[in-house]
Nanobody, 115 residues
Framework: QVQLVESGGGLVQPGGSLRLSCIGSGSSFSDSVMGWYRRAPGKQREQVALISTVHSTTYADSVKGRFSISRDNAKNTVYLQMNSLKSEDTAVYYC?????????WGQGTQVSVSS
């Protein structure tokens, strides 16, 4: 059974930083595309960042230059380093992984950016 568990969310002031982590279990994720998505109140889900099996990355325009995605296959973990956070980054952040063509999702972690 594939499971993904996010951590690292919280309340931070504008301009601050947070690092999200997502640990996978129930499968090896080294052959899986992994990524982060978010859903803000009243908005549709947004793809934030993806990382391929060879560590190539893509980012939403809204986070380019501020967020960085990385992965550690030995630990079945994907990270999202978020810098220069803005109020519009407030959302629930979800980790996802494509395992043998099927996307799995974590339960999400809340990120709130407010002074």
């Amino acid at each position: 059974q594939v499971q993904l568990v996010e951590s690292g969310g919280g309340l931070v002031q504008p301009g601050g930083s947070l690092r999200l982590s997502c640990i996978g279990s129930g499968s090896s994720f080294s052959d899986s595309v992994m990524g982060w998505y978010r859903r803000a109140p009243g908005k549709q889900r947004e793809q934030v960042a993806l990382i391929s099996t060879v560590h190539s990355t893509t980012y939403a325009d809204s986070v380019k230059g501020r967020f960085s995605i990385s992965r550690d296959n030995a630990k079945n973990t994907v990270y999202l380093q978020m810098n220069s956070l803005k109020s519009e980054d407030t959302a629930v952040y979800y980790c996802g992984a494509a395992v043998r063509g099927v996307w799995y999702w974590g339960q999400g972690t809340q990120v709130s950016v407010s002074s």
